[in-house]
């Protein structure tokens, strides 16, 4: 993560922000953010949205976790966002599987970021890392979605 990213997340800890708040704020990522928590709400009605501070460096966070285990967190940015993925030991290698099926930049980012001992934290910048598609693929390895 950059500083320039830091500093356009929404950090005033005060301040919680509304939906409309965050969608503003991501301006041209709009569609891309708002198409992406559609897919969410869709794909895993029993994983609930919440609002969440994450501290000063991070700012504010729309996180899906369910039982305590995070599916992803979304971190708005002024004309953008980040989506934070956490890929396991055993997922890692599942994506290391599908990397085929995954866009040239996710398959760079998977490729540039570095083996932790408990997986991958992939930060996800918006537009630029990757495809709504591709999150899902990720989130898929973390949790099975509801069938359409």
Same mark, same amino acid.
């Given at each position: ?84 993925? !956490?890929? $396991?030991?055993? /997922? +890692? ?5 599908? #990397?085929? %099926? ?25 537009? !630029?890392? $990757?495809?709504? /598609? +591709? ?5 898929? #390895?973390? %949790? ?5």
């Amino acid at each position: 993560m950059t500083e320039q990213t830091v500093r356009t997340r929404m950090l005033d800890k005060g301040k919680v922000p509304t939906d409309e708040e965050m969608l503003r704020n991501v301006g041209s990522a709009g569609e891309t953010w708002t198409s992406l928590r559609a897919m969410l709400a869709e794909r895993y009605p029993d994983v609930l949205p919440e609002i969440h501070y994450a501290g000063a460096r991070y700012g504010w966070q729309v996180r899906y976790r369910k039982g305590g285990r995070l599916l992803v967190s979304l971190f708005p940015e002024q004309d953008g966002f980040t989506s934070l993925v !956490e890929l $396991g030991r055993a /997922e +890692d290698a599942k994506a290391e599987a599908i #990397l085929d %099926r995954l866009s040239p930049a996710m398959q760079r980012l998977l490729g540039g970021t570095a083996q932790l001992h408990d997986g991958r934290w992939l930060w996800i910048r918006w537009p !630029e890392d $990757g495809t709504v /598609e +591709d999150v899902r693929e990720l989130i898929q #390895l973390r %949790r099975r979605p509801r069938r359409p």
